[in-house]
T-cell receptor, first 107, second 114 residues
Framework: EDQVTQSPEALRLQEGESSSLNCSYT??????LFWYRQDPGKGPEFLFT???AGEEKEKERLKATLTKKESFLHITAPKPEDSATYLC????????FGTGTRLQVFP | NAGVTQTPKFQVLKTGQSMTLQCAQD?????MSWYRQDPGMGLRLIHY???????DQGEVPNGYNVSRSTTEDFPLRLLSAAPSQTSVYFC?????????????FGPGTRLTVL
């Protein structure tokens, strides 16, 4: 059965304290992996798409990487405005979402 | 562009009542979908549409109906609300169903069924 697992469920960081969020998957026929950001009371907002192992994408303090079994979202020197829930989703013949990592960054 | 809009933002229903959640997009996207988001679970696909006049079931379609008479609108109907349908509902759209296309999500409708 296709499965997407995100860890940790919650992460508290001090401003400037870099860290990584993990998205591991067991699927047949990966066609793409997506990262979304979701703020409280709002819909998910697209961040990145990764297609093949070894691919990396960056946006401001965020960098997403992909291997054959997992993806990491690296957050470098985070700021309080980076606080949100980060969702990953894997596309096979359907789109499967993980449950998200809730990130809190404190000043 | 307003993007994807949803109404209402909040709704409380009694068991057995019916209602329609509205979704509209102004990006001329062909693909639209409805998800529900529950605590501890990932977003789950309810129904989707690849174009006007074409709809299909997702992962959790029971208790919901959809129609797509125009490219812009994709309403979700709850036929007879049940407490298990208490959830946050998101509508999303993308240019098409292709793997390269990101989905744009609406702000959500928080539904409580008593």
């Amino acid at each position: 059965e296709d499965q997407v697992t995100q860890s940790p469920e919650a992460l508290r960081l001090q401003e400037g304290e870099s860290s990584s969020l993990n998205c591991s998957y067991t699927v047949s026929g990966l066609r793409g992996l997506f990262w979304y950001r979701q703020d409280p009371g709002k819909g998910p907002e697209f961040l990145f798409t990764l297609y093949s192992a070894g691919e990396e994408k960056e946006k401001e303090r965020l960098k997403a990487t992909l291997t054959k079994k997992e993806s990491f979202l690296h957050i470098t020197a985070p700021k309080p405005e980076d606080s949100a829930t980060y969702l990953c989703a894997v596309r096979t013949d359907k789109l499967i979402f993980g449950t998200g990592t809730r990130l809190q960054v404190f000043p | 562009n307003a993007g994807v809009t949803q109404t209402p933002k909040f709704q409380v229903l009694k068991t057995g009542q019916s209602m329609t959640l509205q979704c509209a997009q102004d990006m001329n996207h062909e693909y639209m979908s409805w998800y529900r988001q529950d605590p501890g679970m990932g977003l789950r696909l309810i129904h989707y549409s690849v174009g006007a006049g074409i709809t299909d079931q997702g992962e959790v379609p029971n208790g919901y109906n959809v129609s797509r008479s125009t490219t812009e609108d994709f309403p979700l109907r709850l036929l007879s609300a049940a407490p298990s349908q208490t959830s946050v509902y998101f509508c999303a759209s993308s240019q098409d169903r292709g793997v390269h296309n990101e989905q744009f999500f609406g702000p959500g409708t928080r539904l409580t069924v008593l």
